[in-house]
């Protein structure tokens, strides 16, 4: 079983739609949860990142993490085609030690 | 945020040669740096973590005589390709956490990767 686990889509959304991306994780001691989003060809950029159980809102982005169903999420409203990327969910136990999923490829259809 | 350099962005070799590629935090010291490698299509693999003075940790299944990973000084770690040949054609990326980085987010500060190409 992988640790982090992420559909690889790609997730088509249109613009203006709610783009939601889901991750699971298997190690009940992750502390530290990340989303990453990662154009063709470049290096990660930081999102999100999220510790508690419950919703965390930074502008059009919502990370939800459910710590009972070992499970993540970044929702991204009013999407926009800038927004198409792959996006990696990353997972941690405290340290700097990032376990990545695969990522999901979300592409937003002008 | 912090600013990891990377350098060279690409390169291209003969197989059989080696290939050194540079990682510096050009704003604080970076005390650990992480190699991480990123075949198409898939998710970032981390290869090793290096401590400023002291040997790097490979993961398992890295050669470590293979990628050569320094880390002298704490602005500057480097990743030598040895011997390198096709199947290491790959993204290479390099990460740092450490003194002045830190925003308590636990967020590490990503180069901006080297591609690697092998004939």
């Known amino acids: 079983q992988k640790e982090v686990e992420q559909n690889s889509g790609p997730l088509s959304v249109p613009e203006g739609a709610i783009a939601s991306l889901n991750c699971t994780y298997s190690?009940?001691?992750?502390?530290?949860f990340f989303w990453y989003r990662q154009y063709s060809g470049k290096s990660p950029e930081l999102i999100m990142f999220?510790?508690?159980?419950g919703d965390k809102e930074d502008g059009r982005f919502t990370a939800q993490l459910n710590k009972a169903s070992q499970y993540v999420s970044l929702l991204i409203r009013d999407s926009q085609p800038s927004d198409s990327a792959t996006y990696l969910c990353?997972?941690?136990?405290?340290?700097?030690?990032?376990?990545f999923g695969t990522g999901t490829r979300l592409k937003v259809l002008a | 945020g912090a600013v990891v350099s990377q350098h060279p962005s690409w390169v291209i070799c003969k197989s059989g040669t080696s290939v050194k590629i540079e990682c510096r935090s050009l704003?604080?010291?970076?005390?650990?740096m992480f190699w991480y490698r990123q075949f198409p299509k898939q998710s970032l693999m981390l290869m090793a973590t290096?401590?400023?003075?002291?040997?790097?940790?490979?993961e398992q299944g890295v050669e470590k005589d293979k990628f050569l990973i320094n880390h002298a000084s704490l602005t500057l770690s480097t990743l030598t390709v040895t011997s390198a040949h096709p199947e290491d054609s790959s993204f290479y990326i390099c990460?740092?956490?450490?003194?002045?980085?830190?925003?308590?987010?636990?967020?590490?500060?990503f180069g901006e990767g080297s591609r690697l190409t092998v004939l």
């Open positions: 990460s740092a956490s450490g003194q002045g980085a830190e925003s308590n987010t636990g967020e590490l500060f």
């Open positions: 999220i510790y508690s159980n």
């Open positions: 290096s401590n400023e003075g002291s040997k790097a940790t490979y």
């Open positions: 704003d604080f010291q970076a005390t650990t």
């Open positions: 190690d009940r001691g992750s502390q530290s």
């Open positions: 990353a997972v941690t136990h405290g340290t700097y030690k990032y376990i």
